[in-house]
């Protein structure tokens, strides 16, 4: 194990499965032997507002926060979220992107109109995966578990077996939703 500490964010907006997201890579690491920290910042996260989750992990992590241009991965389950927060990515950075759109108050109010091209305007500057996840957790019949999906993909730019991303994902998630969690996982990971 080198002495690299590797950053991972992820951000959305309340209620899109952010922490239990945060809990499983937080698993997947300690369980690898790695010194993991996690720190959650909600901004009314239960009114849809940003809810942003750091991981950290390597041989001995100090901080918990991932400074501006120094995350390894962005993960963003909406794309105006993944615009507010790409310039934290370093420059090989890799962001894994669901491509949905969720209206924060100042639009839905009409204070504010939401952006538009925010996928293609990123593509410019990063290296953006894209995923229609809620599509997917559709069609598997459970839209809750589309964070599954995006951390699926997400999952073949980390380097960790799929093998153990399996086993965590079964230590972490309800028991009653072990089977669609792991199909959801399975469905991003061959995206």
Not at 27 to 52: C, F, N, P, T
Not at 143 to 165: C, I, T, Y
């Amino acid at each position: 194990m080198d002495d690299v500490t590797k950053n991972i964010m992820i951000v959305g907006v309340g209620g899109q499965g952010t922490l239990l997201t945060s809990r499983i890579l937080g698993g997947l690491m300690s369980d690898a032997g790695y010194d993991v920290k996690i720190s959650e910042v909600h901004g009314m996260a239960q009114r849809g507002g940003s809810v942003v989750t750091y991981v950290r992990y390597g041989k001995t992590v100090h901080e918990p926060i991932v400074e501006e241009g120094q995350a390894d991965v962005l993960i963003a389950f909406e794309r105006l979220e993944a615009a507010r927060y790409a310039h934290f990515l370093k420059k090989d950075g890799v962001l894994i992107l669901n491509d949905e759109r969720i209206d924060p108050m100042p639009v839905v109010t009409g204070k504010a109109e939401y952006p538009e091209n925010i996928k293609e305007e990123l593509g410019k500057t990063y290296t953006v995966y894209s995923v229609d996840a809620m599509s997917e957790a559709k069609k598997l019949g459970n839209p809750k578990v589309f964070n599954l999906v995006v951390l699926g993909m997400a999952a073949r730019h980390m380097d960790f077996s799929k093998e153990q991303w399996i086993k965590v994902i079964e230590a972490k998630v309800p028991p009653k939703t072990v089977e669609i969690n792991k199909k959801a996982f399975e469905s991003g990971y061959q995206a």
